[in-house]
């Protein structure tokens, strides 16, 4: 059993929803103020900055004040962290699946060998 990631986790939790993932859409473009990363959402300014400390929490963003400006900017690496696990679990997968794939062949042709020499 993998042990227990709580970054991972946090991370998922924070992709889990669409405004949060639209929110780091826009943030792939370059770092950005908090008013400019919201101003698409038809949301309260309040529910907006809940999704922004979420995404802040779970390290895929960082944000920082600039005067009376929240700038809020991708954290490329833990991206990056995520992605690399996701790739490893995609790898083992396609690595049983070929496994599957290469003994349903093999069952293919021993039916086949079967009924061939039962025909004979």
């Known amino acids: 059993m993998t042990k227990f990631q709580p970054d991972l986790d946090r991370r998922f939790h924070a992709l889990s929803d669409p405004t949060r993932r639209a929110i780091l859409a ?33 390290g895929l963003i960082r944000t920082r004040k600039t005067g009376r400006s ?14 690399d696990w996701l790739s490893r679990q995609i790898r083992q997968w396609e690595a049983r699946l070929d496994q599957l794939d290469a003994y349903v062949i093999q069952l293919y042709k021993e039916e086949r060998t079967a009924n061939d020499d039962g025909q004979s």
């Open 70 to 83: 929240r700038i809020c900017a991708l954290d490329a690496e833990a991206l990056k962290a995520t992605e």
């Open 26 to 58: 826009r943030l792939c473009l370059g770092e950005a103020s908090f008013s400019d990363v919201t101003a698409p959402f038809a949301m309260a300014k309040p529910t907006l900055l809940k999704h922004v400390r979420v995404l802040e929490e779970s």
